[in-house]
């Protein structure tokens, strides 16, 4: 199976966050600074006060905050291996931990003028243990929610991904050719195979590009079968993602649509230019089709687009881009995602 | 009709060329128990027309989805020839016109095409009648790219963005563009309705196109009886305005 293991950033929702990915890192550092700041307004009786108190509040928090998520950071490998609820247990301990120790060293520096200053040091991990059990829950949340989406966008997924009218005309385009090419019919069978069962594999598995790219030439191959000439293909692959890996079914939808949408309704096609390449560490995927101009947009190209929006977003949170150009007579589709290396879970 | 004897004249539109070879192969398939000739076949509706004006089709089976054309605006078209064909639609899947189908009972056929279907569609053909094409216009939410008229057994497609004004005179509805008039038999009320997008109503006889309105202007300055005209881009021709139909001075004049 070319379908590697999944890494752990895919496992919803029995999966703490990817301490790794900037978004869920900056939900991290906005809630606790959220809630910090409401505790400050909650004690306060004036603008000046709050003000005053979140940053004494700060001056505490942020060592702690910051150097958690360093240390989660560090350790995420290590936490992703256990059973979710060790894992947050782990996760809890640690930011406990963390607390006392910077409380032990900080000294002075944190004690209060006034009051018990063992009090304060157990209040503060009292606090900052509480604050990760609210975000773990609010993570755990956000993922149940998230996987009712997925389960939604996959029960309409073969839908988007592998279009009936697609289906149809492919077995029409086929059996055209039974007759006189039992050949070249047999390997279209083969070919409508491989698409159907990548269709039905778990979306949220990362798969190989190379093999993205052969089931998108496949495809190509069949589509190619019933439009003949009117389609041609250009392939721009850097070669050094050979060994990235991609959630499934991102390029061949893409390319669907491009036929659909842009090739099948201009009488004379039109070539798709397909661009994949590496810059810093995120991969690019460019798709270009040209399209009738006077055609409106359809229905069904933005479920497919919503479908590929959705599942990038569960994916990669902030870190994948994906911008759509409509122009005159053109289409541009340009996704940036994170550069993902087979086995080892190195991306950063 | 008159024709029992002779082969059945079939024609095949399809843009797929795979698709019309398969037709092919099923109308050779039918031959065995159903005289009929296959006497022709295009890859869009323009080049479909421009035969099925010269050859005499019994039956054309349409692809619905193609460039250019669709399949059943072309149907529409070939309602104007002297002798219409039976239409039989094809389609890999279409809900939309599917459904609108089986509501007004036309006949279809569903690709992959089963041979047996294949040969039920063309028997029935025999005996049928052409779809009306008030029908034909609601098979679809979309309004047709040309309208088209018959002039000396020739089918003359007028695309609808070249029309200026179309206006209701008598029996007939005068089609004009830039370069020259035509005459056109449908009513005006459905082409208003069908290509709203393009056009608007300024009198009870008369539609122009809103795009092309250069200037309103002011004529008659005996006091109450003045009265707006419409002046359209490369025509010198000006085109009265109803009194009902005013308000559409002011509207256009805030853009």
């Given at each position: ?11 919803w929702?029995d999966?703490l966050p990817n301490?790794?990915?900037l978004?869920a890192t ?12 409401f505790a400050a ?9 709050i003000?005053?108190?979140?940053i004494?509040g700060?001056?505490?928090i ?7 998520l360093?240390?989660l950071y560090?350790l ?5 291996r ?12 640690l ?6 120790i ?7 520096l944190?004690a209060s ?11 503060n991990?009292?606090l900052?243990?509480a604050?990760?059990?609210?975000i ?11 996987s ?5 966008a996959r029960l309409?997924?073969?839908?988007a991904?592998i279009r009936?009218?697609?289906l149809?005309?492919?077995i029409?385009a086929v059996?055209s050719i039974?007759?006189?090419d039992p ?29 993205e790219?052969a089931?998108s ?13 009117r ?11 050979n060994?990235a890996?991609v959630p ?7 390319l ?8 099948e309704p201009?009488e004379?096609?039109g ?9 810093g ?8 089709n ?10 069904g190209?933005k479920?497919?687009l ?15 881009k ?5 122009g005159?007579?053109?289409?541009h ?13 190195e991306?950063? | 009709m008159?024709s029992?004897?002779?082969p ?6 399809d ?7 398969r037709?092919k ?5 039918c031959?065995?128990?159903?005289p ?5 076949e295009?890859s869009?509706?323009i080049?479909a027309?421009?035969?099925l004006s010269?050859l005499?089709?019994?039956v054309?089976?349409v692809?619905?989805?193609m460039?250019?054309?669709d399949?059943?605006?072309l149907?529409?078209?070939l ?12 389609t890999?899947f279409?809900?939309?016109a ?20 294949l040969?039920e569609?063309?028997?029935r ?6 779809i009306r094409s008030?029908i034909?216009?609601e098979?679809?939410?979309?309004a047709?790219?040309?309208l ?5 057994g ?6 609808i963005?070249?029309?200026?004004y ?13 370069e020259r008039?035509y005459?056109?038999?449908?009513p005006?009320?459905?082409?208003e309705?069908e290509?709203?997008a393009?056009?608007i109503r300024i009198h009870r ?8 309105i250069e ?8 006091g ?11 025509l010198?021709e000006?085109?009265?305005?109803s009194?009902?139909q005013?308000y559409?001075?002011?509207?256009f004049?805030?853009?």
């Amino acid at each position: 199976m070319p379908e590697v293991q999944s890494i752990n950033q895919n496992l919803w929702p029995d999966a703490l966050p990817n301490f790794r990915n900037l978004g869920a890192t900056l939900r991290i550092v906005l809630w606790v600074n959220g809630i910090a700041l409401f505790a400050a307004i909650v004690q306060s009786a004036s603008v000046a006060e709050i003000v005053q108190r979140f940053i004494d509040g700060s001056a505490f928090i942020q060592p702690v905050l910051l150097s958690s998520l360093l240390l989660l950071y560090g350790l995420k490998d290590i936490l992703a291996r256990l059973i979710y609820w060790q894992g947050a247990a782990s996760v809890i301990f640690l930011v406990v931990v963390t607390t006392l120790i910077i409380a032990y060293f900080g000294g002075d520096l944190f004690a209060s003028s006034q009051g018990n200053a063992s009090f304060y040091v157990w209040r503060n991990a009292l606090l900052s243990g509480a604050m990760a059990v609210l975000i773990l829950a609010y993570f755990r949340l956000r993922a149940m929610s998230l996987s009712t989406a997925l389960h939604r966008a996959r029960l309409q997924a073969l839908q988007a991904r592998i279009r009936p009218h697609f289906l149809f005309n492919s077995i029409n385009a086929v059996l055209s050719i039974v007759r006189a090419d039992p050949k070249q019919a047999e390997s279209a069978l083969e070919d409508m195979a491989d698409l159907f069962r990548m269709a039905m594999t778990d979306t949220r598995k990362m798969v190989m590009l190379s093999h993205e790219i052969a089931l998108s030439r496949q495809y190509l191959a069949l589509e190619k079968l019933r439009l003949g000439e009117r389609l041609t293909e250009s392939w721009q692959i850097d070669t050094s993602l050979n060994d990235a890996l991609v959630p499934p079914l991102m390029l061949q939808p893409l390319l669907e649509n491009a036929v659909y949408h842009g090739i099948e309704p201009l009488e004379k096609g039109g070539i798709i230019d397909i661009k994949l390449f590496k810059k810093g560490q995120d991969i690019h995927l460019e798709i270009k089709n040209p399209c009738h101009a006077h055609r409106g947009k359809h229905n069904g190209h933005k479920m497919a687009l919503e479908n590929i929006r959705e599942r990038l977003a569960l994916q990669f949170d902030v870190e994948a881009k994906y911008t759509v150009e409509c122009g005159e007579d053109f289409y541009h589709v340009h996704i940036q995602m994170p550069y993902i290396k087979e086995e080892r879970h190195e991306q950063r | 009709m008159n024709s029992v004897n002779l082969p059945l004249a079939v024609y095949i539109v399809d843009d797929e060329s795979p698709a019309r070879h398969r037709i092919k192969e099923l109308l050779s398939d039918c031959q065995l128990q159903l005289p009929l000739e296959l006497i022709g076949e295009a890859s869009n509706g323009i080049d479909a027309l421009e035969q099925l004006s010269t050859l005499n089709a019994d039956v054309v089976l349409v692809d619905i989805r193609m460039p250019q054309m669709d399949g059943i605006e072309l149907a529409q078209h070939l309602n104007k020839l002297e002798k219409p064909p039976v239409i039989i639609f094809t389609t890999a899947f279409d809900n939309y016109a599917i459904q609108a189908f089986e509501q007004h009972a036309v006949d279809y056929l569903l690709k992959p095409i089963r041979l047996g279907r294949l040969f039920e569609a063309l028997t029935r053909a025999r005996a049928a009648v052409p779809i009306r094409s008030e029908i034909l216009q609601e098979l679809t939410p979309e309004a047709r790219k040309n309208l088209s008229i018959q002039e000396r057994g020739k089918i003359i497609l007028i695309p609808i963005e070249k029309i200026l004004y179309l206006r209701a005179e008598l029996k007939y509805i005068t089609v004009r563009t830039e370069e020259r008039e035509y005459l056109a038999e449908e009513p005006l009320g459905s082409l208003e309705k069908e290509f709203a997008a393009r056009f608007i109503r300024i009198h009870r006889n008369c539609l122009v196109a809103k795009d092309e309105i250069e200037s309103f202007e002011k004529t008659g300055d005996d006091g109450a009886e003045t009265h707006w005209t419409v002046k359209l881009k490369g025509l010198d021709e000006k085109l009265p305005i109803s009194r009902r139909q005013q308000y559409i001075v002011k509207e256009f004049k805030k853009y």
